[in-house]
């Protein structure tokens, strides 16, 4: 005959569970897509503010730098995502947009005053690296999403890492994971990228952390583990598992750089929220206002009911080859 649990071991038996099904997902284990919910425009208007008549200071020139897509589609859509922002940057006033497949001329880095990658990097000469290194030293500005840090062996990723701040480490030492809305994206609201918005928001991607870091770089967004979110940033900086470089900035010379890990699914992009924080670091790299990029946090994914966003995980996205 089966003796009883008591009430005390009942609890015990669930707090493993639980702990166990918590570690499960801290390591990304079973985490499928899954878009945000919806949210009123209303609602993002109280982090947008009143753009009307918002204008630049002055020209800007981007450069957006592209590659093959190299996953299954949905994910990693680097064509796609450069599709769906260059024509909206294009739609500001006094920004001109340039594109470059797997690297950059240097007339193309002469020209430009922000280089935003989005790609999975070749193989890069010590020329290229020059190149690069020459256009920050200049004082140029970047903004690194996702993959973009990643470059190996660990001698060519320090290169990288002299260009954008940070880069992957190894994969004994480095991590990625999927990340689902249980883990709270916390941002330095102190830091003027980010002043004026949430302390904490929600998405369900993917992220890198414990990567190689030069000098100077500073943190300013971090996945907590699975739990709750009341906590302040330096907190969430000390936790065990935190997932740090999920964004950060990187200020050398007269250089910025604004990076984040994430960026893996191609529906974050679709996402008002993701958007609000990505332009955010746009505008703060070139040392301009962000309300003139504010109506693309709405563009293209606001529906006749004012809800803004996408339900559409976007996995059936056959990739186009180049």
């Known amino acids: 005959m089966r003796t009883p649990i008591s009430t005390a071991g009942q609890l015990i038996l669930i707090s493993v569970l639980l702990a166990g099904f918590s570690n499960a997902v801290d390591r990304g284990k079973q985490i499928g897509p899954r878009p945000n919910d919806l949210v009123s425009k209303e609602t993002l208007k109280q982090f947008t503010g009143d753009w009307e008549g ?5 020209d ?6 592209t590659s093959p897509e190299d996953h299954d589609g949905g994910s990693h859509d680097y064509i796609r995502v450069k599709e769906l922002f260059v024509p909206m940057l294009r739609s500001i006033p006094r920004i001109t947009v340039e594109e470059a497949f797997l690297f950059p001329t240097r007339k193309q880095f002469d020209q ?3 280089l935003i990658q989005y790609l999975h990097f070749p193989d890069l000469t010590d020329d290229q690296f020059a190149m690069y290194q020459d256009f920050v030293d200049r004082g ?3 903004v690194s999403i996702h993959e973009s840090c990643i470059m190996r062996p660990i001698e060519r990723a320090k290169k990288l890492a002299g260009c954008i701040g940070c880069s992957w480490k190894g994969h004994k030492i480095s991590k990625w994971s999927k990340f689902a809305h249980g883990h709270h994206l916390h941002l330095d609201t102190e830091h003027p990228a980010f002043s004026g918005l ?6 369900n991607d993917e992220s890198y952390w414990n990567l190689l870091a030069r000098d100077g770089v500073e943190v300013i967004g971090a996945i907590a583990p699975a739990g709750g979110k009341k906590r302040t940033f330096n907190s969430v900086l000390q936790l065990p598992n935190v997932r740090s470089h999920a964004f950060w900035t990187y200020t050398p010379g ?3 750089v604004f990076g984040t890990t994430t960026g893996h699914y191609t529906y974050t992009f679709y996402d008002p929220l993701y958007r609000l924080i990505l332009l955010r670091g746009i505008a703060w790299a070139i040392d301009e206002n962000p309300a003139p990029f504010m109506p693309l946090v709405f563009h293209g994914i606001t529906n006749e009911k004012g809800l803004v966003g996408t339900t559409d995980s976007m996995m059936n996205y056959k990739n186009r080859k180049h």
């Open 54 to 58: 918002a204008k630049l200071s002055r």
């Open 60 to 65: 800007v020139r981007i450069l957006w730098l």
């Open 112 to 114: 430009a005053d922000l």
């Open 140 to 142: 140029g500005r970047v």
């Open 198 to 203: 949430p302390a904490s928001l929600q998405f």
């Open 254 to 256: 007269k250089a910025k």
